[in-house]
């Protein structure tokens, strides 16, 4: 990971106003830069079929980068789409991030061990390089986990070298959670998963 340095003091889950988020790259930066945060990292929501123009966003981040004395990556937050595990990302945008978060948004119902089964795959899937909320789908279903299965989970991150997202809009992973990934070495992010401004947060 190039930016491993960075990996408690920037902000890996951003949305600007080219999806649901309501400030520009600009004026995020900014903040970002006021803050003191060191990277900020504009993880847009994408889905197969895109109804914005990726490469515009692309653009407003390069601008970016020469007007800010931040390191700011370019991203896309992705669901998963189904079993196997495959996100809801066209290729020609895949090929265009600096990194991909991904996890479970409007996902059927399904029993714990096809959660189980779906997060492995997902975690496998080579494209993806942060799990983002961990465990919310979970929370919402009420699926249970097993200290067992917390730390499978854990150990196919580190395995697969997918990052696990400190989510500070959803408060997750539970401490718990996130106790056991430190002591097993798993490597965690911080992702504000911020929609305007005043939600980034002071590193």
Avoid at 69 to 95: Q, S
């Amino acid at each position: 990971m190039d930016y491993e340095a960075y990996l408690k003091t920037g902000d890996w889950h951003v949305h600007t106003n080219f999806t649901d988020g309501e400030n520009t790259v600009s004026e995020l930066c900014e903040r970002a830069e006021e803050l003191g945060i060191k990277l900020i990292a504009f993880t847009e929501h994408v889905r197969r079929n895109l109804d914005y123009d990726f490469n515009e966003l692309l653009s407003e981040v390069d601008s970016a980068r020469k007007q800010f004395n931040l390191k700011i990556l370019v991203g896309c937050e992705a669901k998963v789409l189904d079993l196997d595990g495959n996100i809801d990302a066209p290729r020609k945008v895949i090929e265009k991030c600096d990194i991909i978060l991904s996890g479970f948004h409007s996902f059927p119902e399904i029993s714990k061990k096809e959660y189980l089964s779906t997060l492995e795959n997902l975690i496998r899937n080579p494209d993806v390089d942060v799990w983002a909320h961990p465990t919310l789908y979970a929370k919402k279903r009420n699926i249970k986990l097993t200290s067992n299965e917390i730390e499978n989970i854990i150990n196919s991150c580190i395995r697969n070298q997918v990052l696990i997202e400190e989510n500070i809009k959803y408060n997750l992973p539970q401490p718990e959670f996130l106790i056991l990934a430190k002591q097993l070495g798993a490597k965690t992010v911080i992702g504000s998963d911020v929609h305007k401004v005043s939600e980034l947060v002071k590193r």
